[in-house]
């Protein structure tokens, strides 16, 4: 895709799934990549290998790859996170804010700690995230792109998941807001809000034939999508082919979104 061959993307909780994916999808495009995990190194390093591969395959001398270990619910580590990927790239042009977490529990069950510990990954961590990389831009003067990757939850309520559902309820007013404001700087910041997706976070339907089934018959495509899907429309998004695209959510859900139970007229016949 037109303009990511040569930029440098640093890509928040990529040690795994969704992350993973995007990592990869744009070192095939030819970006340098530094790639973010919190504890778990093995898996981040099975995303540097995929990398290293997809590198070795890019013609385009000097593209980089980087892992950077660090918690974004922490401003230290961001700090230190991004001081690591400027030094190492000399810059930043692409920020995919990924890194999530979802704590299941009633409601009237959630704890105070809880709440504020999805809040501050998902929510908090994105914006100290954007923050930073549009001082470097701005600092730079030159153009970027944001990325959030939210969910369906940012407008569908998910019962037994409040704290996710209300940090992707502030995601998508996190990405709108910050391409309004910026938008005459040259930053772009959209976002993505996947459907049901086939990623390790899901491991307890995905691998569970029955709950699978129950899942996939509210999609009206009537399948789980891909973490390889959701890179591609993140691609697209960081691209050039997308340069007239600023404040959106595109969600990728197999038309989940869409009201399923609305199939059938029910309601007017």
Not at 82 to 109: C, K, M, W, Y
Not at 185 to 190: E, T
Not at 203 to 211: I, L, M
Request: hydrophobic fraction near 40%.
């Amino acid at each position: 895709m037109k303009g990511i061959r040569g930029k440098s993307a640093f890509v928040t909780g990529s040690g795994s799934g969704i992350g993973q994916a995007i990592a990869a999808r744009l070192a095939t495009e030819g970006a340098n990549i530094a790639i973010n995990y919190r504890k778990n190194l093995a898996e981040a390093e099975k995303t540097h290998e995929l990398v290293h591969g997809y590198m070795n395959e890019i013609e385009n001398a000097g593209v980089k790859h980087l892992l950077v270990q660090g918690d974004v619910s922490q401003e230290e580590d961001i700090l230190r996170m991004f001081d690591a990927v400027i030094r190492e790239f000399g810059g930043i042009d692409i920020l995919i804010n990924n890194a999530g977490i979802q704590t299941p529990a009633d409601s009237h069950d959630v704890t105070t700690e809880s709440f504020d510990r999805v809040l501050d990954v998902n929510l908090r961590g994105a914006f100290i995230c954007a923050r930073e990389a549009i001082k470097h831009l701005l600092a730079a003067n030159k153009p970027g792109v944001i990325i959030n990757v939210s969910s369906v939850h940012q407008i569908i309520p998910k019962p037994r998941f409040l704290s996710y559902s209300v940090s992707k309820g502030g995601m998508q007013n996190l990405t709108r807001s910050l391409a309004l404001e910026y938008a005459g700087r040259g930053i772009r910041v959209n976002g993505i809000g996947p459907g049901a997706t086939i990623t390790p976070i899901n491991r307890a339907w995905v691998d569970d034939p029955d709950k699978r089934a129950m899942v996939e018959s509210h999609i009206p495509m009537g399948r789980a999508g891909t973490s390889e899907e959701m890179a591609a429309v993140t691609a697209f998004l960081c691209s050039d082919e997308a340069a007239y695209i600023t404040g959106q959510t595109l969600f990728v859900d197999g038309g989940l979104t869409l009201y399923p139970d609305f199939r059938t007229a029910w309601s007017s016949e």
